[in-house]
């Protein structure tokens, strides 16, 4: 309600020259989801990579890329709050990493399904629910509550947002590579996070999963506000879709858009060596002289002295 000098109702009366402006709002930027100031780990007693710096908003999909050996998955596990930083400032969504609960999503490295294994695709994605509860469900009439149902409806959701429905409810054991890693994502957005880790999610999977996998989490960080940071072997499947990477090589790291990190110049001043970046003729980015990582990491792969960015 405005309130009214009774002064500026008097004949003659100058009071509109005492009126003070009106201050347009002050547009406050968005918190980051992750903060990363000076970040360090170690693990055994060795320093992986320190100096690390790192904002990612909601709805931005950040890489984390680099040789074997060098801590990226680490730097997922730092983010859960399962290693504490060695040095510096790490927040998740404001808070220390591991006290955001179920606001943050989480794909670990690809495990595989047996074949004969007989568990459901929507079983999967309901232990993303309620997976961490002991005991079996209740007898009527809570088997058939609000909350089952509720339960029910947030599953077949995030099933066809994952484009799952047609085979959902299969063993998942009878599901191929790329289906089932639709359905862990999907089980990883089950509680609705604001924040998505994902480790390696296209590990193992032919070029076509890939670019599927990759395409779908892009268009869910894009529609759904979700932010994700992901470790990524190869970054040429999910580079359309990127806003940021993070590169870490010999201790360090480098963290800004694709095309200033993945580039001659600023990968030969990370590993101290020259280094070069090629584009092919299809457009996909190869890494030429990077030295070997040590190997004394929990990363799974061998690579030789060429190979494709990741």
């Known amino acids: 309600m405005s309130t009214v000098n009774p002064a500026a109702s008097m004949p003659g009366d100058t009071a509109a020259r005492h009126r003070v402006p009106v201050q347009p709002a002050a547009t406050e930027q968005p918190s980051p989801i992750v903060s990363l100031r000076g970040a360090a780990v170690r693990v055994g007693g060795r320093t992986l990579w320190s100096g690390v710096e790192l904002d990612v908003g909601a709805g931005e999909f950040v890489a984390v890329l680099g040789p074997n050996g060098v801590g990226k998955s680490t730097l997922v596990k730092m983010l859960l709050g399962i290693l504490p930083p060695a040095a510096g400032e790490v927040r998740v969504l404001g808070e220390a990493p591991g006290r955001a609960g179920h606001r943050v999503g989480y794909l ?3 495990r595989s399904f047996d074949a004969s294994l007989r568990i459901r695709g929507t079983d999967i994605v309901r232990l993303g629910l309620d997976g961490d509860r002991w005991g079996v469900p209740l007898p009527l009439p809570g088997r058939f509550g609000a909350r089952r149902r509720a339960a ?3 599953i077949a959701e995030v099933v066809e947002l994952v484009g799952a429905s047609a085979y959902a409810h299969r ?4 599901c191929s590579g790329g289906e089932q890693q639709r359905l862990l994502i999907a089980q990883a957005l089950v509680r609705d996070p604001e924040l998505l880790l994902l ?9 076509s999963h890939q670019g599927a996998v990759a395409a779908l989490i892009g268009r869910i960080c894009r529609e759904a506000g979700v932010g994700v940071v992901m470790v990524a072997h190869d970054v040429n499947p999910i580079l359309p879709w990127l806003d940021r990477v993070v590169y870490i090589a010999e201790g360090g ?3 800004g858009r694709p095309q200033e990190v993945i580039t001659t110049g600023t990968l030969t ?3 101290g060596v020259p280094v070069e970046v090629l584009r092919t003729s299809d457009g996909r980015l190869v890494v030429v002289g990077q030295p070997e990582a040590p190997a004394r990491h929990t990363d799974r792969h061998a690579e030789g002295g ?3 960015l990741g």
């Open 253 to 255: 790291a480098v963290a």
């Open 108 to 110: 670990p490295q690809r």
């Open 199 to 207: 480790d390696e999610p296209l590990d193992s999977l032919d070029l």
């Open 269 to 271: 001043r990370l590993y």
């Open 306 to 308: 060429r190979r494709e």
């Open 152 to 154: 029910r409806d947030r």
């Open 171 to 174: 063993p998942i054991g009878e």
